[in-house]
């Protein structure tokens, strides 16, 4: 049975899988990166959890994701406005 802290911690967070990035979709990286930075004490736990050979990313590489964030999410809006100023214009 398990423990009411680890009860009150599960309601608490919000489970969410990381997102794979593909390189045909970009706007699948902003995601990607987003979710990373959204869950980044997430993944750290894990993987210093895990028996494995990856290097976890720095506290600089981590601000650069953070950044990436941010430079990418304009660009994702203007996509999301030109696809549907495209797809309103196929209508006519």
């Known amino acids: ?50 028996q494995h050979k990856l290097i976890m990313l720095t506290p600089p590489e981590w601000d650069k994701v953070q950044r990436l964030e941010t430079l990418l999410e304009p660009c994702r809006y203007v996509t999301e406005i030109l696809v549907c100023l495209s797809n309103w214009l196929k209508e006519e």
């Open 1 to 50: 049975m398990p423990c009411i802290a680890h009860i009150l911690q599960r309601s608490i967070t919000k489970q969410e899988p990381l997102v794979q990035d593909v390189p045909t979709r970009w706007n699948l990286t902003v995601d990607m990166v987003k979710r990373l930075n959204r869950n980044q004490a997430a993944v750290k736990a894990t993987l210093d959890q895990q």
